[in-house]
């Protein structure tokens, strides 16, 4: 499925629907970090700071991978397109990831959090990438969002509230712990001033 990109400047801030998923990002992926937390800017804002300065500070012969990010409605797919590494495409289905932002620091960085085996000593990862720009950065976010409500609406379904009717069989695979999830769509001016809020009152 070839996808035209001819007008995608235009509609590069707008909204993401279910229908336009799956979309394909190109990013670099900058690595990941613990994460204290399942959701919140709070939890991925410093481990993307760590990551930054990491790569701000590579040597000069190591470049932060090339990949292609998908998003669709199973969840995210990486694939690694250079250089060239043993391990080079992954995914983190959809119940698996529990936050996704557009960092207010660095504007063209998407973060998200995925939540490994619940019995690891660290369950919650930040995972981060940067974009082309800015814009790029939150049209990822609100693909990830649309991917989201998908999965939310196929959730209820599979919990018996049938909304329409339509008889529709959801994979088993949905386990109703993992309903959590949260994306954070403000821009990061309103982040900033949401935190800054949060700051006076606690």
Not at 12 to 20: K, M, P, S, T
Not at 24 to 31: A, E, L, Q, R, S
Not at 68 to 76: A, F, P, Q, Y
Not at 132 to 142: G, I, W
Request: charged fraction near 25%; hydrophobic fraction near 35%.
């Amino acid at each position: 499925m070839a996808s035209s990109n001819s007008n995608s400047t235009t509609d590069l801030d707008g909204q993401v629907n279910v229908e336009d998923l799956p979309i394909t990002f190109k990013v670099k992926y900058i690595g990941s970090e613990v994460a204290r937390g399942l959701w919140g800017i709070k939890y991925t804002r410093r481990p993307v700071d760590i990551m930054v300065g990491v790569a701000k500070n590579l040597p000069p012969n190591k470049v932060l991978p090339n990949c292609e990010l998908k998003v669709s409605t199973e969840g995210v797919q990486l694939e690694i397109i250079a250089p060239k590494a043993s391990i080079n495409h992954w995914s983190y289905p959809i119940d698996t990831i529990s936050y996704g932002v557009q960092d207010l620091v660095y504007t063209r960085v998407f973060a998200m959090i995925v939540v490994k085996d619940e019995s690891s000593p660290h369950p919650f990862e930040v995972h981060a990438f940067v974009c082309d720009s800015r814009a790029m950065a939150r049209k990822l976010t609100f693909a990830l969002a649309a991917a989201f409500q998908d999965y939310s609406r196929r959730v209820k379904e599979a919990a018996g509230e049938e909304e329409g009717g339509e008889g529709a069989t959801p994979s088993d695979s949905i386990t109703p712990t993992r309903q959590k999830f949260a994306i954070d769509l403000r821009t990061p001016e309103e982040i900033q001033a949401g935190e800054l809020e949060q700051e006076t009152e606690a």
